[in-house]
């Protein structure tokens, strides 16, 4: 006779539901639209060079917290969640940068500085995002 023994394999592996799942999709595809809007007007404003630089990645963390902290509220997020709902928003808001920067590199600006100044800039918003959601995370 063999013994059995009996896994549990969880039926999903992201920690929250399907629903919040596809919610915080949607809302990383609103953020990467958000940003794309906004660095196509600064960045013509000198926003990749000296001191623009530095003020538009030091504004992308309180500019992101508020964004983390109402999807929290709105998709009723336990705290012990929000690791794992930035990834899936910065995830999101990333390939659809990579794609937009692959195939409609115009969307930043119409010259090659413009374009990578926004790939940078793009590369300190998902570091934010996701350094956001694990500071945020706390056991329930």
Known sequence: MVAT????VPTRYSGV????????????????????ILLR???PMGAYEGW??????????????????????????RNSQMAVAGAIMTMTATLAD???L??????????????AGAGGAILWG???GLTLGFLLNKND
């Open 5 to 8: 023994t009996q896994v549990d």
């Open 17 to 36: 539901s399907s629903s919040q799942f596809i919610a915080l999709c949607v809302l990383g595809i609103v953020l990467f639209l958000i940003a794309a």
């Open 41 to 43: 007007i600064v960045g």
């Open 52 to 77: 623009g630089r530095i003020a538009l990645y030091g504004l992308t963390i309180p500019g992101t917290l508020p964004f983390l902290l109402i999807i929290r509220k709105v998709l009723k997020l």
């Open 98 to 100: 990579g794609i937009a």
């Open 102 to 115: 692959a195939w409609f590199p115009q969307l930043y600006g119409g010259t090659t500085e413009l374009i």
């Open 126 to 128: 998902a570091g934010v």
